[in-house]
T-cell receptor
Framework: DQQVKQNSPSLSVQEGRISILNCDYT??????FLWYKKYPAEGPTFLIS?????DKNEDGRFTVFLNKSAKHLSLHIVPSQPGDSAVYFC?????????????FGPGTSLSVIP | DAGVIQSPRHEVTEMGQEVTLRCKPI?????LFWYRQTMMRGLELLIY????????DSGMPEDRFSAKMPNASFSTLKIQPSEPRDSAVYFC????????????FGNGTRLTVT
């Protein structure tokens, strides 16, 4: 049973528009959330994170929103650029599950169309 | 910093053969993780070590899989005997192990078992 879900396997967005990637989780013990980006033939790289004590974290064009009551988070990319085309993984960990044990979702493949 | 180094990048072997995947974590990182990526299951955590000690191996699929970390700079994941369903990309990652320290992934080993 997947504890971290990304229900959209793929997403296409025009360059310059907003990309919104969604993630849901089921384990209420998760309290730290991360997004990773992966290009083909490379390992995932860390993008942005958020602690459960916050509901928003912003880093340049990337913003992560957390809705704890809904067990939902989203990653917004504004404006989207062709170089953002990659697979995006949502991940979660928690103090009570051990911050070391990071559980990943299945990923969403983002295509930004020039 | 060379990052996490995995070898080999590609491995093709026949069913029944032993396969050994290797990983060198980033110097100074005290947590090491082995993940497996498949189309069906996404990124699965197989096992992780903290200070060279296996902490959680509940993700290891079967007794055919084993992992070791004899020192802080080297880890192996062994499959014996290998089966076609083991075909996947295997990633090694390391981290400082603290709440705000993300995982740093290697570029993976693509394993094909025929």
């Amino acid at each position: 049973d997947q504890q971290v879900k990304q229900n959209s396997p793929s997403l296409s967005v025009q360059e310059g528009r907003i990309s919104i990637l969604n993630c849901d989780y089921t384990n209420s013990m998760f309290d730290y959330f991360l997004w990773y980006k992966k290009y083909p033939a490379e390992g995932p790289t860390f993008l942005i994170s958020i602690s459960s004590i916050k509901d928003k974290n912003e880093d340049g064009r990337f913003t992560v929103f957390l809705n704890k009551s809904a067990k939902h988070l989203s990653l917004h990319i504004v404006p989207s650029q062709p170089g953002d085309s990659a697979v995006y993984f949502c991940a979660a960990s928690g103090r009570r599950t051990s911050y070391d044990k990071v559980i990943f979702g299945p990923g969403t493949s983002l295509s930004v169309i020039p | 910093d060379a990052g996490v180094i995995q070898s080999p990048r590609h491995e093709v072997t026949e069913m029944g053969q032993e396969v050994t995947l290797r990983c060198k974590p980033i110097s100074g990182h005290n947590s090491l993780f082995w993940y497996r990526q498949t189309m069906m299951r996404g990124l699965e955590l197989l096992i992780y070590f903290n200070n060279n000690v296996p902490i959680d191996d509940s993700g290891m699929p079967e007794d055919r899989f084993s992992a070791k970390m004899p020192n802080a700079s080297f880890s192996t994941l062994k499959i014996q005997p290998s089966e076609p369903r083991d075909s996947a990309v295997y990633f090694c990652a390391s981290s400082l192990g603290a709440i705000n320290s993300p995982l740093h992934f290697g570029n993976g080993t693509r394993l094909t078992v025929t």
